[in-house]
């Protein structure tokens, strides 16, 4: 079993195995304390993640997900953090925020550097998100998927998935991502998901996720296999300009912008990427 955290100390010694993350400090180093989930997002902390507000619609998202102060909230795969500074200060005052990422033991890795990188990060996590937020790393909780101690299973009341189910379909282990994400859910636990949406006539080629989009019918179907129902549907996170049928995929897109200065004015008028918004509800 990993440890939950480690002092600045132990971080140093992590070195070269440490991601390439941006940090977001405070001018005054003090923690993020707030209310209200509009001072959080207000924050400026968030200064350089609030222009993505209007096309992720952070606010609206977690209402819809009933995510509230005081519950234990897992987030899957937090990647740069986007989420992370608005659902860690929300949630670890109150409640407790898990930070959840894939289980490693069976992925294959193109050095031992990257090798190192992922298989550290549970332990790496808690100094940085802490450095996003200012919220103490002891609060913070960081596993892979499979490593979640037994007694926190079943004891999580909201799961958070976003952009990040192509990912478990290009890794070939949604099942078993799944399956362990729906052991940590309380009896009425729920995992919220947004995805980036195929048209639903799409070719394979173009909704089998290694362009980043799924068919909305296809993901409800993987969740029922996986022992959920689907509870509500929202188009909150829905973008009608998106073509879907870019051959670099979603990330043609902002924020990525993967062809650079090439058409960039197109793809910025698009915005981002079509999404859909689902709410699931744990199966006894």
């Known amino acids: 079993m990993r440890k939950l955290f480690l002092t600045t100390a132990g971080l140093a010694l992590l070195g070269a195995t440490a991601p390439v993350l941006a940090e977001h400090h405070a001018k005054d180093g003090t923690e ?18 609030q222009a993505r507000d209007v096309y992720r619609n952070p606010a609206e998202t977690l209402n819809f997900f009933g995510v509230k102060p005081g519950q234990t909230v897992v987030e899957y795969g937090p990647g ?15 409640g407790q925020y898990v930070a959840i990422g894939a289980d490693t033991a069976s992925s294959t ?47 999580v009341d909201r799961i958070v998935i976003f952009r990040s189910l192509h990912g478990m379909m290009n890794r070939a282990n ?23 949406r195929a048209n639903a006539d799409a070719p394979f080629e173009m909704s089998k996720g ?34 879907k049928d870019y051959e670099g995929g979603v990330w043609t897109l902002p924020p990525i912008l993967r062809h650079g200065e ?14 859909m918004t689902l709410l699931f509800k744990k199966l006894p």
Do not use: C
């Not at 209310?35 to 993640?49: F, G, K, Q, T, V």
């Not at 740069?80 to 109150?94: E, F, I, N, Q, S």
């Not at 990060?121 to 998100?129: D, I, L, S, Y």
């Not at 068919?215 to 129902?229: H, P, R, S, Y």
């Open 80 to 94: 740069g953090g986007w989420y992370t500074r608005v659902l860690l200060p929300y949630v670890a005052p109150k």
């Open 262 to 275: 090439t058409d960039r004015a197109k793809y910025q008028a698009i915005g981002e990427s079509d999404r």
């Open 174 to 196: 949604a099942d078993s991502e799944l399956r362990n994400l729906r052991a940590m859910l309380k009896d009425d636990g729920m995992i919220g998901v947004v995805q980036h």
């Open 109 to 155: 890795f193109p050095d031992r550097a990257r090798e190192g990188r992922s298989k550290s990060w549970p332990e790496r996590f808690p100094e940085v998100a802490s450095g996003w937020t200012g919220v103490d790393a002891k609060k913070i909780f960081a596993y892979e998927s499979d490593e979640l101690p037994d007694e926190m299973k079943g004891t």
């Open 210 to 243: 290694t362009k980043g989009y799924l068919k909305q019918d296809n993901v409800v179907a993987l969740f029922k296999m996986a022992g959920f129902e689907l509870v509500s549907s929202s188009e909150i996170n829905a973008n009608p300009k998106d073509t």
């Open 32 to 49: 993020m304390k707030h209310s209200s989930l509009s001072a959080i997002l207000a924050d400026e902390r968030r200064a350089d993640d």
